[in-house]
């Protein structure tokens, strides 16, 4: 089965200071990794997916398969940045939607 | 577009009831996922349902079912509540399976077993 470890409960850094949250996930296949946020009083939004190779809002991820890590990342953090961030993994192939979720890491960034 | 709504927002209930939430997802898509968020296991997949079928369980009792409706609104049924089923329920609307399409979440169906 499936599995996502977000290792760290809180995060806190300063404003200005660069930022990693880490996702490790544990699957056999070829997977689909997901970062999710959720800010103060507003639903759960998908912050970036892997395959698009993207930024968004100055965070990025790569997916390492070597050691099955998909971290999260920003150089320069901002206090907007605070929220919960889950890191999830959709099992590919079965044409269904199931994601399965970290526990999430709340991020606190420090004025 | 209007987001994926979510009815009720609260719920009470007492142990050994039953309960039904609901879910509309957004115009045009056809998949409905269903997930249970506790503060110990953290959000857990329930099921999914495309296109009236449900095409996907997690690892909950029978006691959680569902269902899905021809203009894609979904329903979610617990039976004989328990009070570890206090939870949030989140739903989560997708056009359809194929990769990489972006699952869109609802506020959420806030449930207390007393």
């Known amino acids: 089965a499936q599995r996502v470890t977000q290792p760290e409960k809180l995060l806190s850094v300063f404003k200005g200071a660069p930022v990693e949250l880490k996702c490790n996930y544990s699957?056999?296949?070829?997977?689909?990794l997901f970062w999710y946020v959720q800010y103060s009083r507003q639903r759960l939004q998908l912050l970036l997916r892997?395959?698009s190779r993207e930024s968004i809002k100055g965070f990025t991820a790569d997916l390492n398969k070597g050691e099955t890590s998909f971290h999260l990342k920003k150089p320069f953090a901002q206090e907007e940045d605070s929220a919960m961030y889950y890191c999830a993994l959709r099992v590919s192939g079965a044409g269904s939607y199931q994601l399965t979720f970290g526990k999430g890491t709340k991020l606190s960034v420090i004025p | 577009k209007a987001g994926v709504t979510q009815t009720p927002r609260y719920l009470i209930k007492t142990r050994g009831q039953q309960v039904t939430l609901s879910c509309s997802p957004i115009?045009?898509?056809?998949?409905v996922s269903w997930y249970q968020q506790t503060p110990g296991q953290g959000l857990q997949f329930l099921f999914e349902?495309?296109?009236?079928?449900?095409?996907n369980k997690g690892n909950f009792p029978g006691r959680f079912s569902g269902r899905q409706f021809s203009n894609s609104r979904s329903e979610m049924n617990v039976s004989t509540l328990e009070l570890g089923d206090s939870a949030l329920y989140l739903c989560?609307?997708?056009?359809?399976?194929?990769?990489?399409?972006?699952?869109?979440f609802g506020p959420g169906t806030r449930l207390t077993v007393l």
């Open positions: 115009s045009g898509h056809r998949s």
């Open positions: 349902y495309f296109s009236e079928t449900q095409r």
């Open positions: 892997h395959i």
């Open positions: 699957y056999s296949g070829s997977p689909e």
């Open positions: 989560a609307s997708s056009p359809g399976g194929t990769s990489g399409n972006e699952q869109f």
